[in-house]
């Protein structure tokens, strides 16, 4: 059974920091490049930042030197460091491998909201 259970978002001030975690079923995680994703409002969903099996990484243009993606190998972990937020970070964030689709299964994500 897929399993993808993000947390850790909340509610920060312009230029604060958060952690996000993802708790993700071995079957996800094992054979796949894993991704953050989020939707603001209004928009469609986007992909910030993605890691490889290998631990290779890509970053979103509009997050590059700011969020920071790593993964937890022997724990089915994937993490997102955001630092230097911005109101423009404000969305929900998901979790899932890379790439995914519409008709993936998704979790429920985790909101972050950034205030001005």
């Known amino acids: 059974q897929v399993q993808l259970v993000e947390s850790g978002g909340d509610l920060v001030q312009t230029g604060g920091s958060l952690r996000l975690s993802c708790a993700a079923s071995?079957?996800?995680?094992?054979?796949?490049?894993m991704g953050w994703y989020r939707r603001a409002p209004g928009k469609q969903r986007e992909l910030v930042a993605r890691i490889t099996s290998g631990g290779s990484t890509n970053y979103a243009d509009s997050v590059k030197g700011r969020f920071t993606i790593f993964r937890d190998t022997f724990r089915n972990r994937v993490y997102l460091q955001m630092n230097s937020l911005k109101p423009e970070d404000t969305a929900v964030y998901y979790c899932n491998k890379e790439p995914a689709t519409i008709f993936d299964y998704w979790g429920q994500g985790t909101q972050v909201t950034v205030s001005s």
């Open positions: 071995g079957r996800v995680f094992s054979i796949n490049a």
